[in-house]
């Protein structure tokens, strides 16, 4: 009866419940919202650097990484090839030769990074093929196609079909240079990668400095994140004359940002809790505080204090438990259906892009966290219901019952 | 034998600034089935009286007994299971829970106790047929005259089988059909079934009606009259 009676408690002043129950749930709904777009954007950075070229892992000679020097390139491409059919987490891999090198046009030149791909077993691989805004990813026929970035594109001033030139420097130190076809524009959700990043056929560029095939780097791609590490270290140990390293050794800041995201939320979610417990005490204590009469009446007939107590507990509960769930589930409707059709942020998307995520965001959050989240707000109820339950008590049944 | 001996009991209140001496000496003794008055004008220490006989306050020099039992010396907890055994209270105003009804009113004090259902709910039904409210039972307070709110509060504090009542003015916010109402139902009480009842007043149509009266003024008993 004690339950009953403080279930019916909350319903007396139903306008502050209310109240009450709608802070606790936008609250929860908040955070949780706020932490499915952090999620979203950080898994979309990182997926889009990974699936642009990153990769999951990348394989490379250890002095290569060193000064990125084309002379280093992976010489046992047999045993490699052996190696990564192997093992079942790999999905895809290409080969890449790289140079360093510049592209101009009439109107200047810029320093870019050129990447020799077979357009066959790239496009299992990386994502450009599919980012392509104009012209073709590599046509079979021709020889001395370049694909580059929208941005560059801009800044040289070139349209599809115009030449370029594009100058590198060979394996054996030699300044070498070609004119190419622009056969395709590409635009990823990253302006910084869209400028500085183009693609050739890897067979041209071998042609040109008059080299036989070589390998410099290989971008492997994985059916599961979660077998990067494991991956990783297998590999390691089959190729011990090779460096093998995760996306995120290659690219430690995409990492760090994760972590800058997640002490920013925590912060955050800090203050929804804080903000809702003092909501929680706040009310909780003026509904005591009114009452202060009736609970003295019912200490004064002997109802005990573990009792009073109780009944109190039990009220701040049954108004964060309905609080809770509603933001819970609201929190989780809202970002299933934005994680489906995403949220448009193309009128802040520039900035969005030089960060390489793009103007959409898709929501998205761990299970786990629901789980966390709702541990948390029960905790965080039943720490802020104590103090109002405690007052309950400090009631005095003498001064209560008199009447003036 | 008395039920209630109170002993030499002083109660000074310290709380304000100029400490007030609200009883001075009170000596009194309550016998099983009396039906007694305290009246007295205002502030003479009719409530402070009745708060420390019914273990509400505690004297700040003298000793009360309960039912040979010596309560002067109990700790809080102690005391709320005194009260909640020993004695029935009912009170000018504010007596009972808003959200629930006349009867569920009345079976809280047993759910208190630990009885169970089917036990409580036939004893509240009984008494609140005693008091005269067999068709309110599901009412709610809110839905209650004061008079019938007075009358349920009677039942509850009957309904834990208590050694004695205590009521501090509990006709104060009555018109006069319904205090003669509460009253006769008081009576009938004690008469019928030897339910011992203490309650303060300044109506005098209750003091009328009590058998013994006793008379407090300034923190002292200055009459006791059995009729
Ligand atoms: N908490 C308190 N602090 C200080 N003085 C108090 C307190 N409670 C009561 N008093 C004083 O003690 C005296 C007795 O008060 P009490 O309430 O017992 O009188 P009463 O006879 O019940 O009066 P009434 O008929 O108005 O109800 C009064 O002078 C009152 O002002
Ligand atoms: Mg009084």
New binding site residues.
């Given amino acids: 009866m004690i339950q009953k009676i403080a279930w019916k408690n909350i319903w007396r002043n139903k306008l502050r419940s209310i109240i009450l129950i709608t802070s606790i749930a936008l609250g929860i709904w908040a955070g949780l919202f706020m932490m499915s777009m952090t999620t979203g954007l950080n898994t979309q950075r990182i997926g889009n650097a990974i699936n642009s070229g990153l990769g999951h892992i990348q394989i490379h000679h250890p002095e290569y990484t060193k000064e990125y020097n084309p002379k280093y390139f992976i010489k046992d491409t047999a045993s490699l090839r052996q190696t990564l059919s192997q093992l079942p987490a790999i999905k895809s891999w290409s080969y890449h030769n790289n140079f360093t090198g510049m592209i101009a046009s009439p109107t200047g030149g810029y320093g870019v990074a050129l990447i020799g791909i077979n357009p066959l077993t790239e496009k299992n691989t990386t994502s450009i093929h599919t980012k392509i805004i104009s012209g073709t990813y590599f046509t079979s026929d021709k020889k001395n196609q370049i694909v580059i970035g929208e941005k560059l594109a801009r800044k040289l001033k070139v349209e599809l079909n115009n030449k370029i030139v594009v100058t590198f420097q060979d394996t054996a130190n030699n300044i070498i240079s070609g004119a190419f076809r622009v056969t395709g524009i590409y635009k990823t959700a990253s302006s910084s990668f869209d400028e500085s990043i183009a693609f050739l056929n890897k067979k041209d560029l071998e042609k040109l400095a008059g080299t036989s095939s070589i390998v410099n780097e290989v971008i492997v791609f994985l059916d599961d994140v979660t077998d990067v590490a494991p991956t990783k270290n297998k590999l390691s140990t089959s190729l011990p004359m090779l460096q093998v390293r995760s996306w995120d050794d290659v690219s430690p800041e995409l990492g760090y940002a994760n972590e800058l995201m997640s002490i920013a939320l925590s912060v955050f979610i800090l203050i929804i809790i804080l903000a809702m417990a003092f909501g929680i005490i706040n009310t909780m204590l003026m509904a005591v505080l009114e009452r202060k009469r009736e609970l003295g009446m019912l200490i004064s007939v002997g109802m005990n204090k573990r009792k009073v107590f109780s009944m109190i507990l039990n009220e701040t509960l049954y108004i964060s438990l309905i609080g809770g769930p509603i933001g819970i589930i609201g929190a989780w409707a809202t970002i299933n259906h934005f994680g489906k059709v995403g949220i448009n942020l193309s009128s802040m998307g520039k900035g969005l892009d030089s960060l390489g995520i793009g103007s959409i965001i898709y929501t998205k959050l761990d299970s786990q966290m629901y789980l966390t989240i709702t541990i948390v707000v029960v905790l965080t109820a039943l720490l802020a219901s104590i103090y109002p339950s405690l007052r309950a008590l400090r009631m005095n049944a ?2 209560a019952v ?3 | 034998m008395s039920l209630i001996q109170v002993t030499n009991v002083h ?1 000074v ?4 600034d100029i ?5 001075k000496g009170v000596n009194l003794s309550i016998k099983e089935g009396e039906f007694t008055a305290i009246v ?12 420390i006989i019914g273990g509400l306050d505690s004297a700040t020099d003298g000793s009360l007994e309960v039912a040979e039992k010596n309560i002067t010396h109990l700790g809080t907890n102690e005391l709320i299971d005194f009260r909640l055994n020993n004695i029935g209270f009912v009170f000018q105003a504010y007596n009972l829970i808003p959200v629930l009804t006349a009867k569920e009113n009345v079976e809280f004090i047993m759910l208190l106790q630990g009885w169970e259902k089917n036990k409580r709910e036939q004893r509240a039904m009984q008494l609140l047929e005693e008091v005269g409210l067999k068709e309110k039972v599901n009412s709610k307070p809110a839905q209650l005259s004061g008079g019938q709110q007075q009358r349920v509060a009677v039942a509850r504090a009957l309904a834990s089988h208590p050694k004695f009542v205590l009521a ?2 509990p006709t104060a916010n009555l018109d006069s059909a319904s205090t003669n109402n509460l009253l006769d139902i008081m009576v009938e009480l004690n008469q019928r079934e030897q339910i011992t009842f203490v309650f ?1 007043t ?1 109506d005098q149509r209750v003091i009328d009606r009590a058998r013994r009266v006793i008379t ?1 003024e300034d ?1 002292q008993i200055k009459s006791d009259i059995h009729k």
Avoid: C, F, M
């Avoid at chain 2, 007295?40 to 708060?51: A, D, I, M, Q």
């Fill in positions: 003498a001064e008199r009447q003036n | 109660r209140y310290n709380e304000t400490p007030v001496s609200a009883l007295g004008p205002s502030g003479s220490g009719k409530t402070t009286l009745l708060n501090d003015e303060s300044h407090l923190g």
